[in-house]
């Protein structure tokens, strides 16, 4: 079972351009984000994938996440630079062609007004969506973002800047993918286990992913398995209320701790979020 | 181009495996720590894939890696929770079966030695790899890794533990890369522009990008587009030799070094490394 608001939830890929991602320079801080956010808005985020700021590479991630997802969010690559080839490849992977879109040229005119006015070459690029993508406002930078609803599914390509990024998911792609969110809740609790090995914890963990509804259970090791072993244990479960997703949690918690304190653990118990 | 040590340079994949880092819940290190490794061994990382903790899923990705790289690195999922299944999905790509590996046993044993000395089913379960895989030492926990050649490739399996991951492919897994590696100097170079925007300095770094040899020029807006601009300007080379790499580098900086000052730009240059 994959990460989840249940098997039947809607799911998502995340797509991240940028060679600055594959050469290590850059860590992907944006795909964490977007994979916190879709799975709190419902969705199952099924495969991230990062590709090279090259048009081919792009449109074959998208075409593949077109295939496997209901929606497909791609950060990067929206810039005024040579290498700001994103929407080509939405375009490519879409069977469409690449236009100059009126609505994203009056952003990016309106966003130069403030600076010199001056609309050059790569200026102008940035409006250059795919045929019937929707502009979405960049309220922090220059870049607008793409929106493309095509055959029940949506591609949301955002900048690759965090806080561009950010603003522009809370702001223009939330609100679309809420029309489609699964009506869940989802809580997330945890608890911190000290003294037990997690190879030792390990039967408890499986019992408690066992609990029922929809429910995940992880642990991560956090000090060393041999010595001062430090265990954190994460639950993540979903129902139609908020009062049954906690008790789906809190259920799941329940048997990991007190296996840990068979085994003679320490437990420290998270508030649920 | 994606980034390069030049077009023929061996060809890698990233696959990291784990529902944490599709949840947002863990950012995703391990890749960028790969991705500069690989980069700076003289390997071309053509994409990263994160996939959650499922045999098929990653089966799909090592499968998909090995039809197009030449190294294949996984991370994650190698512990003793019933949710470490990333050697069953290597095996599953390859079309092999997972047996109980006599070394990597051993090594299991050794660890657990000085913990308590039990060999639990959870504990026996680090020792299965895919059949004719070499186990990988472990310096800092219990899971041994795995690398298995075929066919002209290599698949390296690491665990998700950061620590652990990174002494493992240092001690174990780049000597083996190194056999492979192509005889390049990889040289890294950057400059920081103030004062010029990311769109106006685009022409400058398009040009730089063209100076020839394998070089990889990219910008990156750090400040306002608007306001006050602060763009900083990457340049990745690589050739024979460490000098003529370094050549190449700062070549590609000086052009947009003058541009930038053309424009009005005030420019703070980093030292190569």
Redesign the interface.
């Given at each position: 079972?994959?990460?989840s608001a249940g098997e039947g939830s809607p799911t998502a890929y995340v797509v991240t351009v940028g060679?600055?991602?594959?050469?290590?320079?850059?860590?992907?801080?944006n795909?964490?984000?977007?994979?916190?956010?879709?799975?709190l808005l419902g969705f199952r985020?099924?495969?991230?994938?990062?590709?090279?700021?090259?048009v081919g590479?792009i449109a074959s991630?998208v075409r593949e996440g077109l295939e496997r997802a209901r929606v497909v969010v791609t950060t990067g690559g929206l810039?005024?630079?040579?290498?700001d080839v994103t929407l080509q490849g939405v375009a490519e992977a879409l069977g469409r062609r690449l236009v100059l879109n009126r609505e994203a040229l009056e952003m990016v005119k309106r966003?130069?007004e403030?600076?010199d006015g001056v609309l050059?070459e790569?200026?102008v690029k940035?409006a250059m969506l795919p045929e019937g993508a929707k502009p979405l406002r960049n309220p922090?930078?220059?870049a607008p973002g793409a929106l493309v609803e095509c055959g029940g599914r949506i591609i949301a390509s955002l900048p690759g800047?965090p806080r561009e990024m950010e603003a522009m998911f809370l702001e223009e792609v939330e609100p679309v993918l809420r029309r489609i969110a699964p009506p869940v809740s989802i809580v997330e609790c945890g608890l911190t286990v000290k003294g037990v090995?997690?190879?030792?914890l390990?039967?408890h963990?499986?019992r408690a992913?066992r609990v029922g509804g929809s429910v995940?259970v992880?642990?991560?090791?956090r000090g060393?398995?041999?010595?001062a072993p430090v265990v954190e244990v994460?639950v993540?479960a979903s129902a139609p209320s908020r009062a049954e997703a906690l008790n789906v949690a809190r259920e799941a918690l329940r048997i990991v701790g007190e296996g840990a304190r068979s085994l003679g653990g320490e437990v420290v118990e998270e508030d649920c979020s």
């Amino acid at each position: 079972l994959p990460p989840s608001a249940g098997e039947g939830s809607p799911t998502a890929y995340v797509v991240t351009v940028g060679n600055e991602l594959l050469i290590g320079r850059t860590v992907n801080t944006n795909a964490a984000w977007l994979g916190r956010r879709l799975t709190l808005l419902g969705f199952r985020v099924v495969r991230m994938i990062t590709v090279p700021d090259d048009v081919g590479e792009i449109a074959s991630a998208v075409r593949e996440g077109l295939e496997r997802a209901r929606v497909v969010v791609t950060t990067g690559g929206l810039g005024p630079t040579y290498d700001d080839v994103t929407l080509q490849g939405v375009a490519e992977a879409l069977g469409r062609r690449l236009v100059l879109n009126r609505e994203a040229l009056e952003m990016v005119k309106r966003f130069y007004e403030r600076l010199d006015g001056v609309l050059t070459e790569e200026r102008v690029k940035m409006a250059m969506l795919p045929e019937g993508a929707k502009p979405l406002r960049n309220p922090v930078g220059a870049a607008p973002g793409a929106l493309v609803e095509c055959g029940g599914r949506i591609i949301a390509s955002l900048p690759g800047v965090p806080r561009e990024m950010e603003a522009m998911f809370l702001e223009e792609v939330e609100p679309v993918l809420r029309r489609i969110a699964p009506p869940v809740s989802i809580v997330e609790c945890g608890l911190t286990v000290k003294g037990v090995p997690e190879s030792l914890l390990a039967p408890h963990v499986k019992r408690a992913a066992r609990v029922g509804g929809s429910v995940y259970v992880k642990s991560h090791p956090r000090g060393s398995e041999a010595g001062a072993p430090v265990v954190e244990v994460k639950v993540l479960a979903s129902a139609p209320s908020r009062a049954e997703a906690l008790n789906v949690a809190r259920e799941a918690l329940r048997i990991v701790g007190e296996g840990a304190r068979s085994l003679g653990g320490e437990v420290v118990e998270e508030d649920c979020s």
